[in-house]
Nanobody
């Protein structure tokens, strides 16, 4: 059982990044899979989730700037991040479900410089 997140990096404020998450099995084909993030000294927080029918839900702080999408054929999940700000700096994690249990990827670091 593996979730692999990628696409993080260092970007200037106002820039964009696209995160990808791929998985073995059907982990990312479940309902309400999504992206979370954790900044240093803070708790992990929801960024965006997406239902099986591709209805998205966003944290207020990223609404209008981030877009979550999924490709069930590729068992993949994406997060397009635009207009990045320093407050978006965090380790980003993708979450899926393996036989109903939450399954997390290893995280990818996103750093936004001012």
């Amino acid at each position: 059982v593996q979730l692999q997140a990628s696409g993080g990096g260092l970007v200037q404020a106002g820039g964009s990044l696209r995160l990808s998450c791929t998985a073995s099995g059907n982990i990312l084909r479940s309902n309400n899979v999504g992206w979370f993030r954790q900044a240093p000294g803070k708790q992990r927080e929801l960024v965006a989730t997406i239902t099986s029918g591709s209805t998205a839900n966003y944290a207020e702080s990223v609404t209008g700037r981030f877009t979550i999408s999924r490709d069930n054929a590729k068992n993949a999940l994406y997060l397009q991040m635009n207009s990045l700000i320093p407050e978006d700096t965090a380790v980003y994690y993708c979450k899926g479900y393996y036989f109903g249990s939450e399954t997390w990827g290893q995280g990818t670091q996103v750093t936004v410089s001012s």
